[in-house]
């Protein structure tokens, strides 16, 4: 079965560099999320978009800014990168409208900034 | 607002052991999702079993089995006869299931640690 799908897998950025992180939701998944997870921490939710548009907004800097194409693919765009960016993200996507919605989630693009 | 405590920082167990990983969760919704997600040493998110709040049946999955408790708000995992491979970071999580804002965003616990030693 297909699953997400996220790139890249791995980037390194220097301070002040943007970063853009790609996903590929679950064909017909009508929802996608970004989560943050920082070294030895839990997943935090950043930002939903449910049909292309922006659902929902959790603990996202303002630097930082995510969209939903038309072909449903998301992307994360962060700009004036800091160290403390330097994290795990993960997008997920689920069927919304399914009486068995459940995020499956991406193999994570893992950001270092130096 | 939603909290998912999970008081167990890290655990190990010799293999072939039970163990139970708990997991504490509070929300005023009488509607939620409960979740327990697995975290390999390769850092991607594996989905394990959802739970919706008005189905408190417990469920066995294997080796896997959940127990749903609403009088105590818990959602406890337990693994029969350990193995290393089961070695990973545990995730317990909720979801709120918002009419209209098509967001069911995930809140998690801290995670709990697992280690199954050969």
């Known amino acids: 079965a297909a699953g997400v799908i996220q790139s890249p897998r791995h980037l390194i950025k220097e301070k002040r560099e943007t970063a853009t992180l790609k996903c590929y939701p679950i064909?017909?998944?009508?929802?996608v999320y970004w989560y943050q997870q920082g070294p030895g921490q839990d997943p935090q939710f950043l930002i939903s978009?449910?049909?292309?548009?922006?659902?929902d907004k959790g603990s996202i800097p303002d630097r930082f800014s995510a969209q939903q194409f038309s072909d449903y693919h998301s992307e994360l765009n962060m700009s004036s990168l800091e160290l403390g960016d330097s994290a795990l993200y993960f997008c997920?996507?689920?069927?919304?409208?399914?009486?068995?919605?459940?995020?499956?989630f991406g193999p994570g693009t893992r950001l270092l900034v130096l | 607002a939603q909290k998912v405590t999970q008081a167990q920082t890290e655990i190990s167990v010799v293999e072939k052991e039970d163990v139970t990983l708990d997991c504490v969760y509070e929300?005023?919704?009488?509607?939620?999702?409960l979740f327990w997600y697995k975290q390999p040493p390769s850092g991607e998110l594996v989905f394990l079993i959802r739970?919706?709040?008005?189905?408190?049946q417990n469920e066995i999955s294997g080796r896997y089995s959940w127990n749903f408790q609403k009088s105590t708000s818990s959602f406890n995992f337990t693994i029969t006869a350990s193995q290393v491979v089961d070695s990973a970071v545990y995730f317990c999580?909720?979801?709120?299931?918002?009419?209209?804002?098509?967001?069911?965003?995930?809140?998690f616990g801290k995670g709990t640690k697992l280690s199954v030693i050969p």
């Open positions: 997920a996507s689920s069927f919304i409208l399914s009486s068995q919605e459940t995020q499956y």
């Open positions: 929300t005023r919704d009488t509607t939620y999702y």
């Open positions: 064909p017909r998944h009508d929802t």
């Open positions: 739970r919706n709040s008005f189905d408190e």
């Open positions: 999580a909720l979801s709120i299931p918002y009419s209209g804002a098509g967001s069911y965003q995930l809140t």
């Open positions: 978009f449910y049909e292309k548009m922006q659902s």
